[in-house]
T-cell receptor, first 116, second 109 residues
Framework: DVKVTQSSRYLVKRTGEKVFLECVQDMDHENMFWYRQDPGLGLRLIYFSYDVKMKEKGDIPEGYSVSREKKERFSLILESASTNQTSMYLC???????????????FGPGTRLTVL | GQNIDQPTEMTATEGAIVQINCTYQTSGFNGLFWYQQHAGEAPTFLSYNVLDGLEEKGRFSSFLSRSKGYSYLLLKELQMKDSASYLCAVGPGFQKLVFGTGTRLLVSP
């Protein structure tokens, strides 16, 4: 079974702090994703990565950056946390099918981040 | 642009059948997913449709009409454990997914 793990389930940080959220998957998936989930807004894509050292902006990348130095690990960085970044952060991974078709994304348990 | 619409909340009774609709307008289409998410947990995969028609998987079925930009998830013989949010997501391309805001289903005894 695919396992996607995230470094923390709950995190409390102060405004202006630099925050690292880590995600690790154990199935050798090429694709990894970071989402945030907010009530009434659903899941929104922040960044994704097709391969090591590759990254692409999603729909809401402002205020975030990412790092993928190893295939199994994808980190989300909040350079200077702000209160509007209080949210549930979900990491996911997938492996692409041929012909451009999709394979399912497997999600981690999420990190609930509170910025005070 | 990308737009995915689904009802915010639905209620149903244990043992009944419920249909959750999803309409979409996206710049590309490489398939439509349904995910289930229990409160406080991660989304889990339910179904994937890329061709028109019905896909059946036990008590759950998913239907797709690409020409109408429409899908539905059908849940039969509802159980209390089916109380969850159901997320419709479209793959416009490049392995990304665009999610709807989700439909919260409440199953009562």
């Amino acid at each position: 079974d695919v396992k996607v793990t995230q470094s923390s389930r709950y995190l409390v940080k102060r405004t202006g702090e630099k925050v690292f959220l880590e995600c690790v998957q154990d199935m050798d998936h090429e694709n990894m994703f970071w989402y945030r989930q907010d009530p009434g807004l659903g899941l929104r894509l922040i960044y994704f990565s097709y391969d090591v050292k590759m990254k692409e902006k999603g729909d809401i990348p402002e205020g975030y950056s990412v790092s993928r130095e190893k295939k199994e690990r994808f980190s989300l960085i909040l350079e200077s946390a702000s209160t509007n970044q209080t949210s549930m952060y979900l990491c996911a991974s997938s492996s692409p099918l041929s012909g451009g078709l999709y394979n399912e994304q497997f999600f981690g348990p999420g990190t609930r981040l509170t910025v005070l | 642009g990308q737009n995915i619409d689904q009802p915010t909340e639905m209620t149903a009774t244990e043992g009944a059948i419920v249909q959750i609709n999803c309409t979409y307008q996206t710049s590309g289409f490489n398939g439509l997913f349904w995910y289930q998410q229990h409160a406080g947990e991660a989304p889990t995969f339910l179904s994937y449709n890329v061709l028109d028609g019905l896909e059946e998987k036990g008590r759950f079925s998913s239907f797709l009409s690409r020409s109408k930009g429409y899908s539905y998830l059908l849940l039969k013989e509802l159980q209390m454990k089916d109380s969850a949010s159901y997320l419709c997501a479209v793959g416009p391309g490049f392995q990304k997914l665009v999610f709807g805001t989700g439909t919260r289903l409440l199953v009562s005894p």
